[in-house]
């Protein structure tokens, strides 16, 4: 409920159209769905441009069922339930689409056109799954997604060979473990934001991702930023974002 | 040097209007200046809508001087240089303007007209010095800035009293240190992309900053990610670039 | 023992009524039985009001048995045995209850009234295990406890909806993973004591809990201390006590 | 404003008795003064019982004194900041009292009346700025203290000596730098809840007070929560909530 | 071979008595057998008093067979072999002891007088798996030891009550997971050496017994030195060296 | 495509000999086959004297096919893949040799003359697998290898019996886990370049090999560089690069 | 007291020699004296055998001072202060002996005869300071030391060359910093306990002593133990208990 | 002394023309001299090709002079002492050469032909000091440098430009702070080894160094290997034994 809604709902109580119990009611009841397990938020849509996103680790299946009924009773379309294991998966009844190396479902899938153009970029082929995991969200969300994959910093000219690619994209997200170079590189080559995303990749001294991390937040290029070690969803959901932005005239 | 100019050169090379020699030094001399203990990368320009900023730490009087001039006579103007000490910028002898907080300078200062809206958040007060490094950096680029400080979770109110301006905002630059909980409240209020800072405002436990980056990098909020611990000059940076985004139709 | 008891005590040394050796074995017999592999604290429900409650891990099925069993035969009831797992709880053959996610059993139990008021609050459903095991907990000790699931800060408005509740309670439990920001907006909510109970739900940069835990020492609020990752039961412990606690006239 | 106030607002709203416009500058003037780089939270003691608090770390003399001054424009008395350095603090011309180790300033002080007990517990002598800025913190805000300093766990009979003021306590605060064992004896002895304070004291695998800040998160002992490495304040501040509690029949 | 014995053989070989060949052969071979995959060192037991101990993993069942075959062929009795898996123990067909919750065998065992006194005192139930490596490894090499099991800090008396067989040890092993603070209180009790093992029994900020070992490293009590996370068979291999000590008369 | 080759293509260009899409088609081609998941870098075995090795942790065993076909079909032989499990083994019909400790597969192997001499030190039986991975790679690139296993600082005399060996090699890869100091006394005999190795082999403080890395990149010997935890091939390729290095006075 | 005094006592309170009270009192009074800042253990010598030691850091010269009289009135001579700096120590008015490279005092000197045998040996000239802790306090309770320094793996035939004084020691201190491999071949070399000392020599990945630390939790060589970074005094305290034990016929 | 000086020895021993005393002396005398604080290494110039190296942290201007002045009688020259602070520079009285930035000190130096081909590469200008330290180094011992500074991955350009030079070196020392990404760039394009040094330049997540030394560590590309941050010395050290290696016929 924006200020203007507000205003008119504070105007209907002056007027005695409403009463203050609804009012209440009215400004609870819009909110969000009290599951007992959880508090489901209708009103993020509206507030964020996009339905809540579930996150599918240590829910049970049952949770995620329920979170995702209340969701759709309001019309939710195309929600994403992230890291969901396959087995969880295997119980889910409700009509979704699912990606084994992305762990994401995508519940009441409708088809939407895709616009605009995100660049999902990764150093190595073992980086493909966090690389879907970005791709599909922002598919989902309603953007366009080129896919570059192994691309990384040992091999140059496979980067250098995409530069087109690259130049077109709106917003980039660029995927790699191991050193996390990746990032770094493509930032110095465009003009656009770049999403960087570590990935566990890698071992030893790899520290489980964190060594790509703290390379990428320490990149010497500028216009990167950063998300969670593997965290394909969160650079989708944010390059979706920068890549729907409207011109600085219309806005 | 784009795709079209390179297919001229090469052109121009069959034809035999420009010898090899002459093409090889073309290539190199437009790219950047070599002053032996830097490489001034007059390019970045014309690849990245932005000169080269410069990192003032580690860097001579002598060596960031030499820098500077290189870009100033290539026309350069708006030349940012971070991490400047109060002792580096007393020797400093470029035209220039100087925040004592930010330790930040703009050298060959020039007026712009600031379009857009970026907001710029901060949790407490003592995490002004970062904010303004953000500020500034954007206002340099040519970005307008709302400044919005002290708001800090522990004092809701004060952030929610703000909502309209950080809803007019297209883009947020959330800053926090200790807890680093702002950006995750920030990126659950709005739809526009946030750029999570963190600060090494904090003691013990907050082992210079760590605690609020990896909060941020945590964030349950999505259309958050993350720049190094007191890094306002990137933020300010990646904010300007999203600010300045054309429209879908216009790109 | 207190003093007027060891006093009591040394008169009848003195007088002759008990023997030097009689005075030494009852000094060491009240306080502990010795089965070897445990030594039993009998002497813990005088001292601290509560019996000793028995860690489940890296305990053999017939060593919880055992100690079970000790305590029962001198009276005690409602024993708590936490990170218990199923498998050993299959092989458990005190009566008891037992709660699957929250890995708790309460051995002997005995219904009790519940008294004064105690929230327990999550950021989101994948707390729930770690919620549970502080509720039962403090409820297995006799205080009342109000359930708050699901009302992390990306959705600020399920919390607020709750603030009566809030309110209402002694103390407050605040449980969250990933970023941990819960228990700082809700320290700056209310006036009673918080305490903040991080948990290994997240991935990558949360490093098993680490970054929810860093993330409340640092807590901007006053008013809020923090246990170990995952301690349900050492929140629900100490809420119990608080709760408990008597007026300043009292006391 | 709480619950009641509100519906008198909406009824006075409805009633035609205040403008909408009232309404709104009611709802935000009441809550905080926007200093500009500071917004003082005025609304603090109302919702949590005690004046805001001021980190003086990182903030300018200049507007430390802003702040002070607001919250006396308001009535403020006992204002607390902290971790404020002797050299900001001879620049301070508010009428205050300043603790050279614990580094804190008390502005506008008032005496009052000192209830209940708090026993502020140290392992060494070298701990002992913490403790006084725990101690100091609890009296100022009006808590009875006892102090028991340098009664680590190497020797042990100098704790057990005093366990007759640790048993008179209502909260205790145990402070400990190096292992940071003391809060783990201290919890097996007593029945009111335990404040454990990690100091910095140590060097080497101390880790600037991390290795005393893990140990008490493992804290053994039931009844234990922890806070910040050093941090005296937020002890003190929460110790005295507890002490001030309400019998359950009172609340 | 100690210098007397080099002298001889030096002498050997000025007098011809030995050719240079054979006085390297038997330099080398008198030293370790080359299997290939392992050097097993004969020389260890004259060197140190203790034949080679075989750590267990990482090591094949056949690797460790040819190991503990190539030194009993050379008389060696008492082997031991740690972190042995109950797989690989099952496979293992040389006459030996083993037990299961130390992981330990002893290969070709013999019986020997066990002589001194070594205490190891737990702190927990759990922490009984490497308190038992601790002890057979020391029992194997001939000491005598008390064993006090679950004596940790939160129920002092229970370890008071043993501090007769505290102060008649030669040496004492403390043993403790979690905060680790058992150490600490034991070394301020007694005047013999005390050798802390932290284990990995707890969890979350527990570290994997990083929590303790940083306590014990930091200990203030004088007279205690630490060995790895889990390290019973050090623990116990160090205090059978200290138990066997000559007086400083005999020495 | 090395500077003399580029110079002749643009001659060609400019006689007219290729036309501009050939030049491009031409220069893309040569470098890299892309297979979606993959893009095959042709180009490295004539940039850096060896083909692309493939990472097998991440790949599917379909992935793994496609990449060794492509690279077979331009040509290569011993074409190397790491980190392979037995399970992907069991699936790759490519003709290929195979180890089961060093988890290394060697595709379309052909044998070569072994030149030069490196030798692999191992500290203790269980670095075995690492040091095989390092031994086998250097020998598909065509290094002749010493192998010298279980030779630790425990037992100095294992090392210095071998000393000839290391005097004879060109490159020394030292690998150790545990404390990992074995480089460091290797280092300190020797004139040859030496690859310290370290293992994840441990336990405890060992924190998976960060003990081992710590000590060999502080190695106080010269002559030392480090490469990752358990990255034995890294080690085996690079001591061949060293190991093949022509004198002075060729190059 | 130990039991037989206690028992004297008991004794005594039985027969009326003396009151309750008394008892008390003698319980209380003779185990330390109560300064405020600090409750001085003068029970410490009797339980241990050695008089409490004073941690000069964080202590005013007041408070160190205080204390050293509040020993030397109970008699206590060869007070140690350790971490004392200069500065402190210029304002030190009690009779001392300090040693500026260990910043160690020895308070109310008093020559006494040293027997044994304790080596401090060092890895390099600039752990030197660590090594001089060590042997001062060694040598003020009364051991004789010798110290072998610079004597680092990196040139073994130095620390051989000296076996012979490792072999007649009855404990070795081994002192190192960078990668800390000493005490492993210190510890594979003899046959009496070794206690590893890392120091925080060194940089980078050092760790302020962390990396040797590491290192030497994790010594392949038996009989090694470790103490804090830098804390030659627990090293030099404890090798002198283990250097004054009795023999096995003796105890 | 190598083996065939041994056997000669022998040799002597056994014709009686060296006494047994003799041989001793002889083998002990010339290996090192024993200052006290310091052996140096007088074998170390025969055993290793080049004379000891003195790490000027932690030692005393003394010290560092005798040491000197003991190599320098025995005719050592370009003796290199690192991490020389100006200060102590100033007090140093044999005649040098000295680097400001790179705190290097060359004592007794000698002009000798430089051969060979190494590059040192620099991310950016901070890291001169470091690159300077490397460079050198190598020099000192004989071998000759280029320097190609300022040529970070965030300009590609930069360092494609140098791409002869880099062909021609025979090893390359790639140094770069933040990130770290320049040696994966560098190790993708060259077939000579590359050693890659971490710098401390950079700040927060930065962690002094450790983001560009974890990242380097987990290079993508072939033939890095790592030494620790800011180390040059140890880069120029082995890049010198890697540039002055014979050719495989040769040795």
Do not use: W
């Not at 950063?226 to 011109?247: E, P, S, T």
């Amino acid at each position: 409920m924006r200020e203007n809604e507000l205003l008119a709902l504070l105007e209907a109580v002056r007027s005695g159209e409403v009463t203050l119990e609804q009012a209440a009611d009215c400004l609870k009841g819009e909110l969000f769905e009290d599951l007992g397990y959880a508090k489901v938020d209708h009103h993020r849509a509206k507030r964020q441009g996009a339905a809540e996103v579930i996150f599918g680790e240590g829910k049970t299946p049952e949770q995620i069922d329920g979170i995702v009924r209340s969701m759709m009773d309001r019309g939710a379309a195309n929600i994403l339930i992230t890291r969901l294991s396959q087995e969880k998966e295997a119980q889910f009844q409700v009509p979704h689409r699912y990606s084994v190396p992305a762990r994401l479902a995508v519940a009441n899938p409708v088809e939407r056109p895709l616009t605009g153009a995100i660049a999902v970029v990764s150093a190595g082929t073992s980086d493909l799954p966090v690389c879907e995991e970005a791709a599909l969200t922002a598919e989902a969300l309603g953007s366009r997604v080129f896919r570059v994959y192994d691309a990384g910093v040992a091999g140059l000219h496979r980067l250098l060979a995409e530069l087109e690619t690259l130049e077109r994209a709106r917003c980039i997200i660029a995927v790699a473990g191991m050193e996390g170079a990746l990032p770094s590189v493509v930032g110095g080559l465009v003009s656009c934001p770049v999403i960087a995303v570590p990935t566990s990749i890698g071992y030893g001294a790899n520290l489980g991702g964190l060594a790509a991390l703290l390379a990428m937040l320490n990149s010497c290029a500028s216009g990167v930023s950063v998300v969670n070690i593997d965290n394909g969803f969160g650079a989708g959901f944010l390059a979706h974002r920068i890549n729907q932005m409207k011109g600085l005239e219309e806005s």
